[in-house]
C-alpha cells in the first residue's frame, strides 16, 4: 500500500526546472517506492547497490551511462560517486529538465560530489520517514508556507477520523515499511537497520576498533534527545576524544538520523544559550534505542515528554523541508532559564512554539508563551501549543492549541 508524500509536489516542480534531481535521506525512508511510484514508466532505472551494474559504474562510467540512459533513476549514488562528473559532461551537451534522478542515503560523501559536480545542475531534496500527515492520509501540501498552515492550525479545531494515539505514535516512528505492514517485528526490524546502518554508511566513515564505540554512542545521544548538545560531556562520558564525537555527530546528522536544531541568534536583552539541541528524527528507532518497548513504559516513563518533543519537532522539520519552505527552525533559551521549544521564523514573522506532553492545558501552560510575548515586543503576535489535549484552537489571547494529529 503505498502513502502519498509531501514532498511529491516538490519533487515534481524540481524536475521541470532542474537537468537532475537528487533525493536524499536516511535509508528506508522511502525513496525507491516515492519515485517509482511517482515517475511515469518512461524512466529506465538502476540500483548502484548490485555488484555487477556497480562495477560497471566505476570501472567504465561512459559504457553505464551508454547503457542506462536518460531519462534515468539512479539508486543509491552513493556507491558509485564517480559517475557524477560524467552525468555533469551529460548535462552539459543536453540541459533538458527532469533527465537524472539520482537518490543517495550517505550525504556525507554525496553532498561534497554533488557540490563539486552538479552545482546549479541539480535540485537536492530530502525524504524523511513519515510525518503523521502522511502516516494519517491527510496531507496539507496546499499549505506550503508557515504563515498559511499556522494560519490554518489556529482556526482549525476537528481532529481527524482516524490517527494513531500517541504512544503508538511514538513507539512505531515513522518508517513506511513499519507502517504500512505493522505485523513486522521492530526490534528485528530496527535491530537490522542498526547493522545495515553501521556496515553500509558508518565502516568507511571511522576506524574499525572504533565501532564497538560508536555503538555505544549512539544509545546515549538517544538518551540525550531533546536535550542542549554538549561535547564535552559525550567525550567524558565515552573516554572518546571531542574532534572524534564531533565527526561522529556529524555523520549521523548528514545521514538523517538525528536533526541538530540551532538556537534563535538574537538575545532580546538577555544572554543566549549558544549550543544546538539534539532530535532523533525517527522516534521508533530512538525507542529502540533507549530499550522502551511497550506504550506504558514510553508513556509513564522518565524520557514520556523529551520523547513526544522529538516527534513534534521532527515532524516540522520533514513538513517544511518536504515543501522546500523558506522558513527557518530555531529553539530559543537565555541563561536565566527562559525558554521556547521551537521558533519558526520566516517573511520576518516568528511563530513561537511550546511543546507539551498534557492532555490538560492550564493556565500554566502558558506562561512561557506569553513571557515570550513581553521579551520579543513583536506585533500582533501568534503563539501556538501542540499537546496532547483535543482542545484545540485558541485556548487564550494570541495562543492556540494545536493537538498533534494535526500537524
Known amino acids: 500500500m503505498y502513502k502519498k508524500r509531501l514532498t511529491e509536489k516538490s519533487i515534481i516542480e524540481a524536475l521541470a526546472t532542474f537537468p537532475a534531481v537528487i533525493l536524499t535521506g536516511a535509508r528506508q525512508a522511502g525513496k525507491t517506492t516515492l519515485l517509482k511510484k511517482l515517475l511515469p514508466d518512461k524512466y529506465n532505472y538502476v540500483l548502484l547497490d548490485e555488484l555487477d551494474v556497480r562495477s560497471m559504474a566505476i570501472n567504465d562510467p561512459k559504457a553505464f551511462l551508454e547503457r542506462y540512459a536518460p531519462p534515468l533513476i539512479i539508486d543509491e549514488i552513493q556507491n558509485a560517486p564517480s559517475l557524477l562528473p560524467y552525468i555533469k559532461a551529460r548535462i552539459e551537451h543536453d540541459r533538458k529538465p527532469g533527465q537524472w534522478v539520482i537518490t543517495g542515503s550517505q550525504q556525507f560523501a554525496l553532498m561534497k560530489n554533488v557540490s563539486e559536480s552538479l552545482a546549479g545542475r541539480a535540485a537536492v531534496l530530502p525524504l ?68 545495515t546502518y553501521i556496515d553500509r554508511d558508518v565502516r568507511g566513515n571511522i576506524k574499525n576498533a572504533n565501532l564497538h564505540d560508536f555503538e555505544k554512542f549512539l544509545s546515549l545521544i538517544a538518551a540525550r534527545t531533546a536535550q542542549e548538545l554538549n561535547y564535552s560531556v559525550l567525550s567524558r562520558d565515552l573516554g ?168
Open 128 to 195: 524523511y520517514s513519515f510525518a503523521i500527515e502522511e502516516i494519517i492520509g491527510n496531507l496539507h501540501a496546499d499549505k506550503p508556507d508557515a504563515r498559511g498552515f499556522f494560519e490554518y492550525l489556529s482556526k482549525h479545531n476537528a481532529l481527524p477520523d482516524k490517527y494513531p494515539e500517541v504512544g503508538d505514535w511514538l513507539l512505531n516512528g515513522g518508517y513506511p515499511e513499519l507502517i504500512v505492514n505493522p505485523a513486522v517485528s521492530k526490534r528485528l526490524w530496527f535491530s537490522s537497520y542498526i547493522q
Open 240 to 407: 572518546i576524544s571531542v574532534p572524534t564525537i564531533k565527526s561522529w555527530v556529524s555523520l549521523l546528522e548528514a545521514s538523517s538520523i538525528i536533526y541538530l536544531l540551532q538556537p534563535y541568534h538574537k538575545n532580546f536583552g538577555k544572554r543566549i544559550i549558544k549550543a544546538p539541541k539534539l532530535y532523533f528524527m525517527d522516534t521508533g528507532l530512538l525507542c529502540y534505542l533507549v530499550k522502551i518497548r511497550d506504550k506504558n513504559s514510553l508513556l509513564f516513563g522518565p524520557m514520556s515528554g523529551a520523547i513526544f518533543e522529538t516527534a513534534v519537532i521532527g515532524n516540522f522539520v520533514k513538513r517544511f523541508g518536504s515543501l522546500v519552505e523558506e522558513s527557518s527552525l530555531y529553539y530559543w533559551r537565555s541563561i536565566d532559564g527562559s525558554e521556547m521549544d521551537l521558533l519558526v521564523e520566516t517573511e520576518g514573522q516568528l511563530y513561537p512554539v511550546e511543546v507539551k506532553s498534557a492532555s490538560t492545558i492550564t493556565s500554566h501552560h502558558l506562561k512561557t508563551l506569553k513571557k515570550w510575548f513581553e521579551i520579543s515586543k513583536q506585533k500582533n503576535p501568534k503563539g501556538f501549543i501542540v499537546s496532547t489535549s483535543k482542545e484545540t484552537g485558541p485556548i487564550a489571547e494570541n495562543i492556540s492549541n494545536i493537538h498533534y494529529s494535526l500537524l
